[in-house]
């Protein structure tokens, strides 16, 4: 039977017409285009595996392989894994054994659009840069390894993704190096996960040009978006009040009920005389404003066991209000706790990589502003302390000296931030007249991100400290 006769010739016309919609969104419009990210329950975000698209400019080919990620994949990828990715799992255990194997060195690195490579080729990218320098490293030694240098960078993520990424994603294969470059707007909560709203064929439709032109010109526009949730902030949400709570640690519990006790005007005594299953019947019955009340009494590392306890509207509020501190004056006192608080992911992290032989390295990824203007302090002033104590417990450096180097006309004249020109949405740019900018590092219209300049010098000074740190010396 013939195709029209099947579905109809009403089905089939209406079909030939969306496609052609779709094409001439694609070819015409740009829609359609860019690298798609979905919301994930454990992660927050991620993007979806084999992509095809473009970068934010239209001009550089962004793929993703089989795991949602730029660049090559593992080498191999046991069963219990993939179901894993699949299904969205929370972290899976490690593989039983060694799952590398004695002839390759894995390297993972996590981070996020600055290592990602947002508008540079796959292969200018700084971490398959760093492959092929370590594997002529290792060939000039005549050791016989292999090298992959996986690339699990996603564009946004912090530190709490980093390190869930690595629970998830990249555990269970036993990595020897796990580099995280190590940037200030790293030190921010996440921001909560929230639900996929899931239909049939839902992957594939959100892939198409139609649905991107939906979601950037339709939505909000010409059409309502989704109304937010209305709650009244001082009626209890009971049930959530005693979801976190159940999910809470006992020091998260203690320091809560401690904040809620002094802000009802209890007396030291009071406070010990509530036994412990009685503090969650007050707990509960807890408003969002009183949670205010909490957050604005909690000092340092109290707000650091606060924060997951906070309902939902209220987190987010503080989470952007914790990112604009960051932005603003990351190295204040009073923002130690996020710092504290990052320090306390990234032991855990480190501890169940060294379970396994791993290592971990920080990096201080220099920015531009850095480079300009090296009197700023780096995040090296912390994490160069923590990285040598107790172990030592990692391996960190600033190769803020290396990239400078590359660029010193051009990072001298950069050194005044009023010289930057500034888009229409605040976004800076480097002066066209600027001395020596086919030097930068940096996109000239885009100053957050490497070029494929940057990346490479990137590479090479990851590569040299690498190995004069003697982390390529095989010990199996």
């Not at 993703?64 to 046991?78: D, E, F, H, I, V």
């Not at 306890?309 to 914790?322: D, G, I, K, N, S």
Request: hydrophobic share 40%; charged share 25%; net charge neutral.
């Amino acid at each position: 039977m013939k195709p029209w006769k099947l579905i109809g010739w009403r089905t089939l016309g209406a079909l030939l017409t969306l496609v052609g919609i779709d094409r001439g969104l694609y070819h015409f419009g740009n829609h359609g285009k860019w690298v798609v990210q979905e919301r994930h329950p454990h992660l927050g975000w991620h993007m979806l595996p084999n992509q095809n698209g473009w970068s934010r400019y239209y001009d550089v080919r962004e793929r993703t392989n089989t795991l949602g990620y730029r660049g090559q994949g593992w080498p191999s990828t046991p069963a219990d894994v993939r179901s894993a990715y699949a299904d969205d799992a929370p972290p899976v255990a490690p593989v039983e054994g060694d799952a590398r194997g004695d002839d390759i060195l894995c390297v993972a690195v996590v981070g996020n659009s600055m290592t990602y490579g947002s508008s540079v080729a796959e292969n200018e990218i700084w971490t398959a840069r760093l492959e092929v320098l370590l594997r002529e490293e290792l060939a000039l030694r005549g050791d016989p390894r292999r090298v992959h240098v996986l690339n699990f960078a996603v564009q946004g993520y912090v530190f709490d993704q980093m390190a869930r990424t690595f629970d998830q994603r990249i555990a269970p294969f036993l990595p020897d190096i796990l580099i995280v470059p190590t940037t200030t707007y790293d030190l921010a909560p996440m921001a909560a996960p929230a639900p996929t709203f899931d239909y049939p064929l839902r992957r594939w439709v959100v892939r198409t040009a139609i649905s991107d032109f939906a979601l950037r010109r339709v939505q909000g526009r010409w059409m309502p978006g989704p109304s937010a949730p209305s709650f009244d902030p001082e009626v209890p949400d009971i049930e959530g009040n005693r979801r976190r709570w159940a999910a809470a640690d006992a020091d998260q519990r203690e320091v809560a009920w401690r904040l809620f006790a002094l802000d009802r005007g209890a007396s030291p005594a009071a406070l010990a005389a509530v036994e412990p299953e009685l503090r969650l019947a007050y707990f509960e019955r807890a408003s969002e404003t009183a949670f205010e009340r909490l957050w604005a009494r909690a000092k340092g590392a109290e707000r650091s066991a606060l924060l997951t306890l906070l309902p939902p509207a209220l987190f987010e509020r503080v989470r952007q209000t914790l990112q604009h501190e960051l932005t603003a004056q990351p190295f204040q006192p009073s923002n130690r706790w996020m710092w504290d608080r990052a320090a306390s992911t990234l032991d855990g992290l480190r501890q169940r990589l060294e379970a396994h032989g791993g290592q971990l390295v920080l990096i201080a990824l220099p920015t531009l502003s850095r480079l300009s203007r090296p009197d700023q302090p780096s995040t090296s002033a912390y994490w160069a302390p923590w990285a040598r104590s107790d172990g030592p417990r990692a391996f960190e450096f600033d190769p803020a000296a290396q990239l400078r180097a590359r660029m010193p006309e051009l990072a001298s004249f950069l050194r005044d931030p009023a010289i930057f020109d500034r888009g229409p949405r605040g976004e800076l740019s480097i002066p066209r007249a600027a001395p020596e900018i086919e030097t930068s590092l940096f996109f000239a219209n885009d100053t957050g991100h490497y070029n494929a300049r940057g990346h490479a010098a990137l590479a090479e000074a990851v590569s040299a400290r690498i190995v004069s740190a003697g982390l390529l010396v095989n010990e199996r």
